[in-house]
């Protein structure tokens, strides 16, 4: 009773708490990317519908529209799947 009441409990070595610190790091970078991947998805996608109302005044401008929606979610869709990476890493 006396020997169970004074077990310690296991010390984790530098190495380990560095390890396990990398690892949290990880995780919090591909929950970020993710985060701003949905903003910028969320930015572009209204930026593309735009595009349709501005080609019925101006095609120049729904030519721009177009190309920065373009941007907007291939940047967007590129984060969301770096997050991914990151995370599948480091889990």
């Excluded at 409990?9 to 990398?22: G, I, K, Y």
């Excluded at 735009?50 to 373009?70: H, I, L």
Aim: proline letters at 3%; charged letters at 20%.
């Amino acid at each position: 009773m006396l020997s169970e009441l004074h077990e310690k409990e296991p010390v984790q070595t530098r190495a380990e708490l560095e390890a396990q610190s990398v690892r949290k790091m990880g995780t919090r970078d591909g929950e970020i990317y993710r985060a701003i991947s949905y903003f910028i998805l969320a930015v572009g996608t209204p930026v593309l519908i735009g595009t349709y109302f501005a080609y019925q005044t101006n095609p120049r401008a729904a030519a721009v529209n177009f190309v920065c929606s373009c941007v907007l979610l291939s940047i967007g869709i590129s984060a969301w799947v770096y997050g991914g990476v990151v995370l599948k890493r480091h889990r």
